[in-house]
């Protein structure tokens, strides 16, 4: 068998010997001890507060930031002190008036409520009925309704009305300051840009009105900026709109904001991030001054939004990063940059938390610059040595699935232990991210209240509906089935409460029950399961787990919340996290304080491999070893059918190891030879071992039919100790064919015997025994068979072909093809010469190069020649392998008797005593093995390859009575009792 040395602190490599496996890179250094790594924190990810650099107004003391989505700020120029503008019930933004005041409203437009900042004063203000809050500056809000604008101000404790008094229809209101603002005006079928005050009078200015757009137009402190599609900028005093005092040409309409007029300069934002959704909030503009008289621009911010205010005095207020510092600066009127206040630095705090075969994934609360928006992002942990944490990876944002605040529900995502992640919206439907994809995540066809999820499964129930079991990679329903209490998935096994105080497990693949039951001293209400472990809990008031192994129960302490991990549980109660050992070792030992009670939210368990999880109220993530002996790794599950069609033999084989890997082998073995046939090795690897299989051999041929499995060892990265799972399959309908399989391609061997009469007759394996035969005629006279050795496939077309050696000496290689032998079968001529042998036999390959070989033993000296395939249909040199041999009985092809992926050589000598000589794989034989006496009963031994379909070579046996037997071969080098097959035997000169 050709094997590698499985390794466990190599650098990451794969030597698949043709087979395309997967793997990924983890850690070395094993350290299986419990004690061995020390926690690992990783720090929440800091980010400045771009709602801080949102401005929304600047008043005489302070400014205004922020958005609706994330909450206002009123910050001091005189301390940089800032404080949140706290909303009255029912409002939800506030509004800058360029002074002091500010506007609170709501979604009712009954009423609005002014804010005096100076000293926290609030004044309810009511709308009129059937008007609606439309804008505000100084002291006054702006409403429209069916009858046209008004301004709404206080007098002598009083709500003052005021109808905006205009030639036309007043709307559209625009920017302004503490005095007034733009608004739009109709008027006899023309609209016009007039400038509304205090006084509720709707004055006419030069400013242009476009169609579909009247301009850009900013106002900042005194002076007002129009800037129009052709590129022509006015400004304007604000005390008169009749006598613009600047006019210059700024490029880049299309692609720029205006921000107003500083000292001698117009301000524009000029977009230098591509891609994404174009936001004045955003820090993706350049500000770039251009002289009123003038000149060339001059860039004043690298970094900046396009949303400016200004102070009375004309200084501007924008959001900016000035020397890799980001906050609030002000740009006085000889464009001089002074830091306000810099922003506040916020973690990015996970809404919920997944561990899987050492992968973390979060969905984080991330601040940004319309708010707390959700991210999906994931760190790969050290499995090995050291706690480690490699970078964050973003995973994509998708605002729909998972909500941006605890308050709007906290999204329900679970790992799969095989890179994908699993999760649920509030409305019950489900979706899946597979390994290494970004969001948006596919939705699956189903609705669940509860899930569950391992491996490729996820199982799921919606209210009290049955449950049902969905193959992630197909999307299809395997399984339904009901649960009574709760259900649990661990790799292919579902747990089913069938009953109120037991469950049932069952094969999601089969739809069998497995036999395996767990039962509780309670009336059960949840389930988890990682391999032979069941957690059941029955309320808050008792809960445990059951060992399937040793069906015993380990009850556990009250607790407010609890995950089985992979042989220990964590539970939580008053804000302690601990873990209980499930094997006794180490008892029960406190982990930590997380921040949120609940599972999935503030804390989690890695069930694929041992550590703990959770976030304090920093927003930092520990990750802490449970500090308990993890199981054994087990196979959760396999991937491959019972019966590959050679037609289509192409496989992908796959295990889903119940922990990170250090290194693994598989191996393809043939059981009818024992011959590891194909292979591949591989180093680290989390979740599933895969191989691509092409349905070939090594050397690149067809498999023949038979009887196969897949051995894969497998190395744990925890220092485990290496396990071996085998998954057995049977190959059927190939061309190539098994050893000494002629007829039938049955993957069983056969028989081939010879009458005095010259009849060739191939008697087909069955059973343990060999009956129904195919026969050819006329091998007589000049075709009369001396001797012949059943052979394996020497031309490639998928049969078995026949070593003839012909009362001439000649040896011809006949190709029979899966039908009767005769003289006129198709042949090759191998050479003449070869009666100087009176025995020939084909045991199978003994050299190790995947091709049979042939023995030969010397008529007059009893030596043995070894003729090694060449692979061209002929055989190389003869080279001598034993001598002595003149007084033994030779079977004929005995095959690799003794499991080791050789073939053998069985001899009985005169004592009647019957010998293995097995065959070292190099064109040798080792040292005798004795099989047993009183074999002397028989005139012919027959190795005719496996007759019963177990994948072990059997024996036949002819007495000198002709009755027949046949041995069962154990593969280890024995046989078992003798089985009669039947009398008459005798009529055969030759048994082959």
Not at 51 to 70: D, F, H, K, P, R
Request: hydrophobic letters at 35%; glycine letters at 14%.
């Amino acid at each position: 068998m050709r094997r590698h040395t499985l390794v466990r602190n190599a650098i990451a490599a794969v030597t698949a010997l043709g087979i395309a496996a997967a793997v990924a890179p983890l850690s070395t250094a094993p350290a299986f001890a419990a004690d061995a790594p020390a926690e690992l924190t990783i720090p929440a990810e800091h980010t400045p507060d771009d709602n801080a650099t949102v401005i929304n107004g600047a008043g005489e003391t302070g400014y205004l930031s922020g958005w609706t989505q994330a909450g206002f700020n009123w910050t001091s120029y005189a301390d940089g002190s800032t404080a949140p503008v706290v909303m009255p019930q029912g409002m939800t933004t506030a509004w800058g008036t360029g002074t002091d005041t500010l506007v609170l409203t709501g979604r009712d437009d009954v009423a609005v409520v002014q804010r005096n900042m100076k000293d926290g004063s609030d004044r309810t203000l009511p709308l009129p009925k059937g008007q609606r809050f439309a804008g505000t500056f100084g002291d006054v809000v702006v409403t429209e309704g069916p009858l046209g604008m008004s301004l709404l101000s206080w007098e002598d404790g009083r709500v003052k009305e005021t109808p905006v008094s205009a030639g036309g229809q007043a709307h559209s209101l625009y920017q302004g300051n503490k005095d007034g603002m733009f608004v739009q005006q109709d008027l006899s079928g023309m609209t016009m840009i007039c400038w509304l005050g205090r006084d509720g009078i709707a004055r006419s200015t030069h400013l242009q009105a476009e169609q579909f757009d009247n301009g850009k137009i900013e106002v900042g402190g005194d002076r007002a900026v129009q800037w129009t599609k052709d590129g022509k900028a006015t400004v304007w005093k604000t005390s008169d709109f009749w006598a613009s005092t600047d006019q210059l040409t700024i490029p880049g309409y299309d692609s720029s904001q205006l921000l107003g007029a500083v000292g001698d300069n117009v301000l524009v934002a000029r977009r230098v991030a591509t891609g994404g959704q174009e936001r004045y909030s955003k820090l993706d503009y350049r500000v770039v001054a251009v002289p009123l008289k003038g000149g060339p621009e001059r860039v004043v911010l690298e970094k900046a939004t396009a949303m400016a205010r200004f102070k009375a005095d004309g200084t501007m207020l924008i959001g900016a990063v000035v020397d890799g510092h980001q906050g609030v600066y002000a740009v006085g009127s000889s464009l001089d940059v002074t830091k306000v206040r810099e922003s506040p630095s916020l973690p990015s705090v996970p809404l919920a938390l997944t561990l899987a075969q050492g992968r973390l994934n979060t969905v984080d609360r991330i601040p940004g610059a319309d708010g707390v928006y959700p991210r999906l992002r994931g760190i790969d942990l050290s499995v090995t040595g050291p706690l480690t944490a490699g970078p964050r990876t973003d995973r994509g944002n998708d605002a729909k699935d998972f909500p941006a605040s605890p308050s709007a529900g906290t999204p329900d995502v679970q790992a799969t232990g095989d890179g994908r992640l699993v999760y649920r919206l509030a409305d019950g439907t489900v979706k899946v991210l597979d390994e290494g994809a970004q969001l948006p995540a596919r939705t699956l066809g189903v609705k669940a209240d509860v899930l569950r999820v391992s491996g490729r499964y996820l199982a799921t129930r919606r209210g009290d509906e049955r449950v049902q079991v969905t193959d992630l990679d197909t999307g299809a329903v395997v399984h339904t089935g009901i649960g009574v209490s709760d259900f649990a998935l661990s790799g292919s096994t579902l747990w089913i409460g069938n009953d109120p105080s037991t469950a049932q497990a069952v094969d999601v693949r089969t739809g069998r029950a497995t036999g395996k039951r767990i039962s509780a001293p309670c009336l059960m209400t949840s389930l988890q399961a990682q391999g032979g472990d069941v957690y059941w809990e029955c309320g808050r008031d008792k809960s445990g787990v059951y060992d399937t192994a040793t069906e015993k129960n380990t009850e556990l302490p009250a607790h407010e919340g609890a995950l089985l991990g992979d042989g220990y549980v964590a539970w939580q109660k008053d804000g302690e996290l601990s873990v209980t050992d499930l094997r006794g070792g180490t008892g029960t030992h406190k982990v930590g304080k997380p921040a949120v009670a609940k599972p999935g939210q503030g804390w989690t368990v890695d069930r694929f491999g041992g550590a703990v999880a959770y976030v304090d109220a920093a927003g930092d993530t520990h990750v802490a070893p449970s500090g308990v002996r993890s199981a054994p790794v087990r196979a959760l599950d396999e991937d491959f059918p019972a019966t590959v069609d050679a037609k289509s033999a192409a496989r992908t084989v796959r295990w889903w190891a119940s922990k990170p890997l250090v290194s693994w082998e598989i191996s393809l073995v043939d059981l009818a030879t024992r011959n590891t046939v194909r292979s591949a090795f591989g180093m680290e690897t989390r979740g599933p071992v895969r191989v691509d299989w092409d349905g070939k051999n090594y050397s690149g041929k067809d498999l023949p039919a038979g009887k196969y499995t897949w051995d894969v060892t497998v190395v744990p990265a925890d220092g485990g100790p290496d396990q071996t799972f085998t998954t057995p399959f049977e190959v059927k309908g190939t061309k190539a064919a098994a050893p000494r399989d002629y007829v039938g391609a049955d993957g069983l061997g056969d028989l081939l015997a010879v009458t005095p009469a010259g009849v060739a007759d191939f008697r087909a394996g069955a059973d343990g025994k060999v009956d129904a035969k195919v026969s050819g005629s006329g091998w007589t006279g000049a075709n009369e068979v001396s001797a012949a050795a059943p052979f394996d496939d020497v031309d490639g077309d998928g049969t078995n072909d026949v070593l003839v050696r012909l009362t001439s000496g000649e040896l011809r290689a006949y190709k029979p093809g899966g039908k009767a032998l005769t003289p006129s079968t198709p042949y090759a001529k191998i050479g003449s010469g070869w009666n100087i042998f009176d025995v020939l036999t084909s045991p199978g390959d003994m050299t190790g190069d995947g091709r049979a070989d042939l023995l030969a033993r010397e008529a007059s000296t009893g030596d043995v020649y070894l003729y090694e395939a060449n692979g061209a249909g002929n055989f190389k040199g003869r080279v001598k392998i034993g001598t002595g041999f003149q007084n033994y009985l030779l079977t004929s092809g005995a095959g690799d008797v003794n499991g080791d992926g050789n073939a053998d050589l069985l001899a009985r000598d005169a004592s009647g005593v019957l010998w293995l000589y097995p065959s070292t794989g190099s064109g040798t034989f080792a040292t005798r093995v004795k099989v047993g006496g009183g074999w002397q009963v028989y005139n012919a031994l027959v190795g005719a390859g496996d007759l019963n379909g177990d994948g072990k070579p059997d024996l036949l046996a002819r007495g000198t009575d002709g009755v027949l037997w046949s041995y069962v071969g154990d593969g280890k080098g024995n046989f078992g009792g003798r089985v009669k097959v039947g009398g008459g035997w005798q009529m055969y000169k030759y048994l082959f």
